[in-house]
């Protein structure tokens, strides 16, 4: 372990895998004890062993970030059981690309209440414990998608355009003033279950076939720009990081 957030308390959400998971581990290897926050607790507890067996300490908090109250109370369990919320890092989100008229309306709804209205559930709870500390840090995880659309990704889009817009409001509204950093991140192909969750099959066959030719990215390398991020002096805020693989063109 090293030490550079020690003493330093982080929530990360959509812990249960890919640059969730890499995020907390990341955190706790430079000593901040972290909450990790998703809906599969089974893979929580895993993490958890994992954040113990390398000197850390985690607090697992199942819940569905979709539903206020359980978003609020993730927030609030955190700081009052770890005593204090310096880091929040709003991962969480899912991706079903495919043609607008073939969508199935479920899927546009699931991403609005996951990529878009979760992230604003888990920060509004959020915001009241910086302002009473004088300070913390949000980061934010968008997308590539979120920066350029393209014909399938549609609403994915729109709710990481939205997550883009949010962040920089805050970024206006509370980093002079109140001392909250705020950072977006946006990455291109990351080999994560992200795919998984795509129902539109000829489209998930499409995107696989295209990214297999490149060498993506690792989760730990999302991970890697978050630390960078909510590790510099207070001084610097880290507005963006714009991360694809290098075969991406």
């Given at each position: 372990?090293?030490?550079?957030?020690?003493?330093?308390?982080?929530?990360?959400?959509?812990?249960?895998?890919?640059?969730?998971?890499?995020?907390?581990?990341?955190l706790?290897?430079?000593?901040?004890?972290?909450?990790?926050?998703?809906?599969?607790?089974?893979?929580?507890?895993?993490?958890?062993?994992?954040?113990?067996?390398?000197?850390?300490?985690?607090?697992?908090?199942?819940?569905?970030?979709t539903?206020?109250?359980?978003?609020?109370?993730?927030?609030?369990?955190?700081?009052?059981?770890?005593?204090?919320?310096?880091?929040?890092?709003?991962?969480?989100?899912?991706?079903?690309?495919?043609?607008?008229?073939?969508?199935?309306?479920?899927?546009?709804?699931?991403?609005?209440?996951?990529?878009?209205?979760?992230?604003?559930?888990?920060?509004?709870?959020?915001?009241?414990?910086?302002?009473?500390?004088?300070?913390?840090?949000?980061?934010?995880?968008?997308s590539?998608?979120?920066?350029?659309?393209?014909?399938?990704?549609?609403?994915?889009?729109?709710?990481?355009?939205?997550?883009?817009?949010?962040?920089?409001?805050?970024?206006?509204?509370?980093s002079?003033?109140?001392?909250?950093?705020?950072?977006?991140?946006?990455?291109?192909?990351v080999?994560?279950?992200?795919?998984?969750?795509?129902?539109h099959?000829?489209?998930?066959?499409?995107?696989?076939?295209?990214?297999?030719?490149?060498?993506?990215?690792?989760?730990?390398?999302?991970?890697?720009?978050?630390?960078?991020?909510?590790?510099?002096?207070?001084?610097?805020?880290?507005?963006?990081?714009?991360?694809?693989?290098?075969?991406?063109?």
């Open positions: 372990m090293n030490n550079r957030l020690k003493g330093k308390v982080a929530l990360v959400t959509g812990a249960s895998s890919g640059i969730g998971e890499a995020t907390a581990l990341a706790a290897k430079e000593g901040a004890t972290v909450a990790v926050v998703a809906r599969r607790e089974d893979r929580l507890q895993a993490l958890e062993k994992r954040i113990e067996s390398v000197g850390g300490k985690a607090l697992v908090i199942p819940a569905d970030l539903d206020e109250t359980q978003a609020k109370a993730a927030v609030e369990r955190t700081a009052t059981e770890l005593g204090c919320l310096d880091i929040l890092v709003n991962n969480a989100g899912v991706m079903y690309l495919g043609p607008a008229a073939e969508a199935r309306l479920a899927d546009w709804k699931n991403m609005v209440a996951i990529n878009l209205m979760a992230v604003l559930y888990v920060t509004h709870a959020a915001l009241p414990v910086f302002l009473r500390q004088g300070g913390g840090h949000i980061v934010n995880v968008s590539v998608s979120g920066r350029f659309t393209s014909p399938t990704s549609n609403v994915y889009s729109v709710t990481k355009f939205g997550v883009g817009a949010f962040s920089e409001s805050l970024r206006q509204e509370f002079a003033k109140h001392k909250v950093r705020v950072t977006v991140v946006e990455p291109g192909v080999a994560t279950e992200l795919t998984d969750h795509m129902t099959e000829a489209t998930k066959t499409a995107y696989l076939t295209n990214t297999s030719r490149w060498e993506r990215l690792e989760s730990e390398d999302v991970a890697a720009a978050i630390l960078y991020a909510v590790t510099q002096p207070p001084r610097v805020n880290v507005n963006e990081i714009l991360i694809r693989p290098t075969d991406q063109g």
